[in-house]
T-cell receptor, first 114, second 113 residues
Framework: GENVEQHPSTLSVQEGDSAVIKCTYSDSASNYFPWYKQELGKRPQLIIDIRSNVGEKKDQRIAVTLNKTAKHFSLHITETQPEDSAVYFC?????????????FGTGTLLAVQP | GAGVSQSPSNKVTEKGKDVELRCDPISGHTALYWYRQSLGQGLEFLIY????????KSGLPSDRFSAERTGGSVSTLTIQRTQQEDSAVYLC???????????FGPGTRLLVL
């Protein structure tokens, strides 16, 4: 079935360093890849997304890259700050299909040490 | 405007009891999803509603789980004869018809004793 693998499960960085989270998806028909940030006890919030017709997208300190051939996509956070500490989830979906349901990775707990 | 809301925020129940969880989507959003988030896990798709179409129930883990969406707005997820493994956070999300972004509610934290 459809599957999204996410690595690493935990990531600790020093404030100001960069953080990279990687995901691999199995459904080659997936065409939409959002990233959600979930702070402890809060709802998941969309931070950035990318569509399959684009290889890279950047929004200030956050960027996402997509390699359709390898079915990989990654989240890059530069100049990390303590408020970046949270669980990050990648997801993939087949938009335009019957459901557009999101298939989520298992999450990465990012800890930014001040 | 108001985001997705869910109630109750927390629910503690005894094994074997039925529970109902409620979701109020963003006004005008025709698509509504239920997901389950178990401790330390990602979000698992449960069910999807789109307008008046038949729902996609492919993610429901057993026939103890059911959901309704009345009037194309509010949705209720019902779990019958709850089991301890049903303990999780149940999240609702909604989306505009032609948009991709799903907006999540705060979730209902269910604990089955």
């Amino acid at each position: 079935g459809e599957n999204v693998e996410q690595h690493p499960s935990t990531l600790s960085v020093q404030e100001g360093d960069s953080a990279v989270i990687k995901c691999t998806y199995s459904d080659s028909a997936s065409n939409y890849f959002p990233w959600y940030k979930q702070e402890l006890g809060k709802r998941p919030q969309l931070i950035i997304d990318i569509r399959s017709n684009v290889g890279e997208k950047k929004d200030q300190r956050i960027a996402v890259t997509l390699n359709k051939t390898a079915k990989h996509f990654s989240l890059h956070i530069t100049e990390t700050q303590p408020e970046d500490s949270a669980v990050y989830f990648c997801a993939a979906s087949r938009n335009g299909g019957a459901t557009n349901k999101l298939i989520f990775g298992t999450g990465t707990l990012l800890a930014v040490q001040p | 405007g108001a985001g997705v809301s869910q109630s109750p925020s927390n629910k503690v129940t005894e094994k074997g009891k039925d529970v109902e969880l409620r979701c109020d989507p963003i006004s005008g959003h025709t698509a509504l999803y239920w997901y389950r988030q178990s401790l330390g896990q990602g979000l698992e798709f449960l069910i999807y509603f789109q307008g008046n179409s038949a729902p996609d129930k492919s993610g429901l883990p057993s026939d103890r789980f059911s959901a309704e969406r009345t009037g194309g707005s509010v949705s209720t997820l019902t779990i019958q004869r709850t089991q301890q493994e049903d303990s999780a956070v149940y999240l609702c999300a909604s989306r505009q018809t032609v948009a991709e972004t799903q907006y999540f509610g705060p979730g209902t934290r269910l604990l089955v004793l």
